[in-house]
C-alpha cells in the first residue's frame, strides 16, 4: 500500500517565478494538508483541503495556493517566489477530521524547494 | 494560541544509554500530542501520539512517552539508544479548530556517540 506520494522531490527556481508541487494521499485518505520546513526549523502548517476546499489556513500569504482534485489528491502552488520560500514542502495525509483518528497523519518525503 | 517548546536543540547521547528528549506545549484544552522523527533528507515519521487515557504511551522502535498534564510536558524517552536512533526529532501538538493542523516545536537533533 503506498504512502504519500510528492513530486518533484528536489526543485530549483528563480525568484519572482511561480511553482506547482505535487501530492498524492495515501490510499483510504481524503484530507490533505502542506507543511513548510525551513532549514533548521520545525513544519510549518500552511492549509489543509477536504472536499476539494480549503478548510484552514495557517499563517502564511495569498502567494501560497492550493488546490484538491476529486481523486484526493493536492497541488501546492506559489507564486513570485522569494528567497526565503526555500524550504522542505511536505505534504500529510489524513482521515477527516485529522489525525485523532487511529490511522493519524502519513507524512511524504517532501519537495525540496531551492529559491536562487 | 497552541505552541510547543523542544528546549534542547542538539544532544549527544553515548550508544546504549538512555535517552530522554523534552517537550512543552501550551494548549487550552485537552491536547493531542505526538512524536515524529525525521532522518536527513527524508519525511517524518510517528513513532508515538497521546490522545486519552493512560498517560505513558508505547511506541514504536521502543520508544515511549509519558504526558504530564501538571508540567504540560510530554518527554520522550528510550531506556537504550542505537546508533541508527541519531536523527531530528519533532514534538507536535494536534490543534482543533473544526480541523485539526499540527503545531511543531523546532525539533532536537539526536548524536548518537559510539
Known amino acids: 500500500d503506498a504512502g504519500v506520494t510528492q513530486s518533484p522531490t528536489h526543485l530549483i527556481k528563480t525568484r519572482g517565478q511561480q511553482v506547482t508541487l505535487r501530492c498524492s494521499p495515501k490510499?483510504?485518505?481524503?484530507?490533505v494538508s502542506w507543511y513548510q520546513q525551513a532549514l533548521g526549523q520545525g513544519p510549518q502548517f500552511i492549509f489543509q483541503?477536504?472536499?476539494?476546499?480549503?478548510?484552514q489556513r495557517g499563517n502564511f500569504p495569498d502567494r501560497f495556493s492550493g488546490h484538491q482534485f476529486p481523486n484526493y489528491s493536492s497541488e501546492l502552488n506559489v507564486n513570485a517566489l522569494l528567497l526565503g520560500d526555500s524550504a522542505l514542502y511536505l505534504c500529510a495525509s489524513s482521515l477527516f477530521p485529522g489525525g485523532t483518528t487511529k490511522y493519524g497523519y502519513t507524512f511524504g518525503s517532501g519537495t525540496r524547494l531551492t529559491v536562487v | 494560541a497552541q505552541s510547543v517548546t523542544q528546549p534542547d536543540i542538539h544532544i549527544t547521547v553515548s550508544e546504549g544509554a538512555s535517552l530522554e528528549l523534552r517537550c512543552n506545549y501550551s494548549y487550552g484544552a485537552t491536547p493531542y500530542l505526538f512524536w515524529y522523527v525525521q532522518s536527513p533528507g527524508q519525511g517524518l515519521q510517528l513513532l508515538l501520539k497521546?490522545?486519552?487515557?493512560?498517560?505513558l504511551v508505547q511506541g514504536i522502535k521502543g520508544f515511549e512517552a509519558e504526558f504530564k498534564r501538571s508540567q504540560s510536558s510530554f518527554n520522550l524517552r528510550k531506556p537504550s539508544v542505537h546508533w541508527s536512533d541519531a536523527a531530528e526529532y519533532f514534538c507536535a501538538v494536534g490543534a482543533w479548530t473544526g480541523f485539526q493542523k499540527l503545531v511543531f516545536g523546532t525539533g532536537t537533533r539526536l548524536l548518537v556517540s559510539p
Open positions: 483541503y477536504y472536499e476539494e476546499e480549503e478548510r
Open positions: 497521546y490522545f486519552s487515557g493512560d498517560t
Open positions: 490510499s483510504g485518505h481524503d484530507t
